[in-house]
């Protein structure tokens, strides 16, 4: 039994501002708001579809420490519109950051709370999956990722793979891609961005959480404390939440 990837997780001091920068980035609402979350979505969009993934931005008390493993590639459709779109994040409160990239053509920025995201150049595979091209994840191996991660979210490859890079969509076609390409740094802590599956109406929770850990998930403890969902560190040890059918 496969899950389904339904929203993005990102944790925030501070949800509804960073909230605020997100839908005003991406042009989402936010579609619902309380003291420690707030989640933001496209205009019209009916919960959960393929066509967007939904962030989910959810209170913590620590602070960001070091580079996100999770992070998102934003799409352009022109030079043009690259450089406005740079100018309008920057406007918003992003700041540029470097993580190393060196001469490249995309634009690396971060968030009011130090988030790294790209702004990339225009790029044909991206022109129709929307303001976000793609949630991209550090990993050892991306192919073994992206084996694993089809069966967590439901997806499909997208493209063709390459060495050190894998790449899943929505069996669609529509919304940002998944991407999983190779790092040599170990991860150390938790991760400030992760996804959240969920079994389809009608299945079962239990038996979908199985088929994750015979797949090589394991149950982990985050401080969740007690919880109506299943908190599983994927094989190369980034948590994810599996919620509730829906």
Same mark, same amino acid.
């Given at each position: 039994? %496969?899950?389904?990837?339904?929203?993005?997780?990102?944790?925030?001091?501070?949800?509804? @501002?960073?909230?605020?920068?997100? %839908?005003?980035?991406? @042009?989402?609402?936010?579609?619902?708001?309380?003291?420690?979350?707030?989640?933001?979505?496209?205009?019209?969009? %009916?919960?959960?579809?393929?066509?967007?993934?939904?962030?989910?931005?959810?209170?913590?008390?620590?602070?960001?420490?070091?580079?996100?493993?999770?992070?998102?590639?934003?799409?352009?459709?022109?030079?043009?519109?690259?450089?406005?779109?740079?100018?309008?994040?920057?406007?918003?409160?992003?700041?540029?950051?470097?993580?190393?990239?060196?001469?490249?053509?995309?634009?690396?920025?971060?968030?009011?709370?130090?988030?790294?995201?790209?702004?990339?150049?225009?790029?044909?595979?991206?022109?129709?999956?929307?303001?976000?091209?793609?949630?991209?994840?550090?990993?050892?191996?991306?192919?073994?990722?992206?084996?694993?991660?089809?069966?967590?979210?439901?997806?499909?490859?997208?493209?063709?793979?390459?060495?050190?890079?894998?790449?899943?969509? %929505?069996?669609?076609?529509? @919304?940002?891609?998944?991407?999983?390409? !190779?790092?040599?740094?170990?991860?150390?802590?938790?991760?400030?961005?992760?996804?959240?599956?969920?079994? !389809?109406?009608?299945?079962?929770?239990?038996?979908?959480? !199985?088929?994750?850990?015979?797949?090589?998930?394991?149950?982990?403890?985050?401080?969740?404390?007690?919880?109506?969902?299943?908190?599983?560190?994927?094989?190369?040890?980034?948590?994810?939440?599996?919620?509730?059918?829906?």
């Amino acid at each position: 039994m %496969s899950t389904r990837l339904v929203h993005l997780v990102i944790d925030a001091n501070d949800p509804a @501002g960073l909230a605020r920068f997100w %839908s005003a980035a991406l @042009g989402f609402q936010i579609a619902d708001e309380g003291a420690d979350e707030v989640d933001v979505w496209p205009p019209g969009f %009916s919960y959960p579809e393929p066509r967007a993934l939904p962030l989910v931005f959810v209170r913590v008390p620590e602070p960001k420490t070091v580079k996100d493993r999770v992070h998102l590639d934003l799409a352009t459709q022109s030079a043009e519109h690259q450089a406005a779109v740079v100018a309008r994040l920057r406007d918003l409160g992003a700041t540029p950051a470097d993580v190393g990239q060196g001469d490249v053509p995309w634009v690396v920025l971060a968030d009011p709370e130090g988030n790294e995201f790209c702004v990339l150049e225009p790029r044909p595979v991206y022109m129709d999956t929307g303001p976000v091209a793609a949630v991209v994840v550090d990993s050892p191996d991306p192919a073994a990722a992206a084996g694993f991660w089809q069966l967590a979210a439901g997806w499909v490859p997208g493209g063709e793979w390459e060495d050190g890079f894998a790449a899943l969509r %929505s069996p669609e076609g529509v @919304g940002p891609y998944l991407e999983f390409v !190779r790092v040599t740094d170990r991860k150390t802590v938790k991760d400030r961005i992760h996804p959240d599956v969920a079994p !389809r109406p009608g299945q079962d929770h239990a038996a979908a959480v !199985r088929a994750l850990t015979d797949a090589g998930a394991a149950a982990i403890d985050i401080g969740q404390g007690e919880v109506t969902w299943t908190v599983l560190a994927d094989p190369q040890g980034n948590e994810f939440c599996v919620l509730s059918p829906r």
